[in-house]
């Protein structure tokens, strides 16, 4: 994979384009995250959006999580007309896909701030020099918000 990534970065910065790179989880889809990736697609010319592996999602959010397997998770992003790839990762962090990928542009959700953007990220994107760009978050809609009112109610 780690090639594929240098391949299609290569490809687009060949042709001018500029790559748009956010990642996550993306467990259980919801406005939020259909609002968070078309404005992180607005930001270059192709978006692609990296997931977290089943078991960094459970390293990140504990035993219950995900709902999704990621197989599920790639399906239903790869369906949107916002995102132009997918890729998964393992571990917690994306460093080396952005290592690898070099993209000109890196979305982050509103919750992060530049300061609270792990330290190996961030100094991934400047070595690659990717534009860094936090997007707003849509209020209430969350999938721990989700689920937690779906607890509530059964």
Do not use: W
């Not at 956010?22 to 010319?45: K, M, P, S």
């Not at 998964?88 to 701030?113: H, N, S």
């Amino acid at each position: 994979m780690p090639n594929e990534l240098r391949a299609l970065g290569e490809m687009y910065a060949a042709k001018g384009k500029r790559l748009v790179l956010t990642n996550g989880c993306f467990d259980l889809l919801h406005t939020g995250h259909v609002r968070y990736l078309e404005q992180a697609r607005q930001l270059g010319d192709a978006l692609v959006v990296a997931i977290n592996s089943d078991q960094s999602v459970r390293e990140l959010k504990g035993p219950e999580r995900p709902l999704n397997a990621e197989s599920d998770r790639a399906e239903v992003l790869a369906a949107l007309r916002c995102v132009d790839h997918v890729t998964l990762f393992e571990g917690k962090r994306v460093t080396e896909v952005i290592r690898q990928l070099r993209p000109a542009v890196y979305a982050k959700g509103g919750d992060y701030t530049l300061e609270t953007l792990d330290p190996l990220e961030r100094a991934a994107l400047d070595e690659v020099g990717a534009e860094i760009k936090l997007l707003s978050l849509v209020p209430g809609k969350s999938t721990t918000s989700l689920l937690k009112r779906a607890r509530s109610e059964s």
